[in-house]
């Protein structure tokens, strides 16, 4: 399995990314070619010390990591990055990596 994790900082207006992320962006996301689970952080994102500087975490899954980057290349994939310009006004983070369970 290969995970992508998307780490949005503060947006300069929650209200507006909120909408935009849930009407836009996840029904973009959800069109990625292998896409296998989609998961988003509810409420604060927190650390065991208290609040982090993330508004919003996404994981994605994938089956292996050829399969992740072919996704990213194919053309939903490049729609969703390009989708970020237009509501991730704080920035976002992106993790890819191989995982396993042990």
Not at 84 to 99: E, H, I, N
Request: glycine share 6%.
């Amino acid at each position: 399995m290969a995970t992508a994790i998307a780490l949005y900082n503060a947006p300069t207006d929650p209200e507006v990314f909120d909408s935009h992320y849930t009407s836009t962006h996840i029904p973009l996301a959800k069109t990625i070619p292998g896409l296998r689970s989609y998961r988003v952080s509810r409420g604060p994102v927190l650390t065991p010390s208290g609040p982090a500087d993330y508004h919003l975490v996404a994981v994605l899954g994938i089956d292996s990591m050829s399969d992740l980057e072919a996704a990213l290349a194919s053309a939903e994939g490049q729609t969703v990055v390009a989708d970020l310009a237009r509501f991730a006004t704080g920035g976002v983070t992106v993790l890819l990596f191989d995982d396993e369970e042990d």
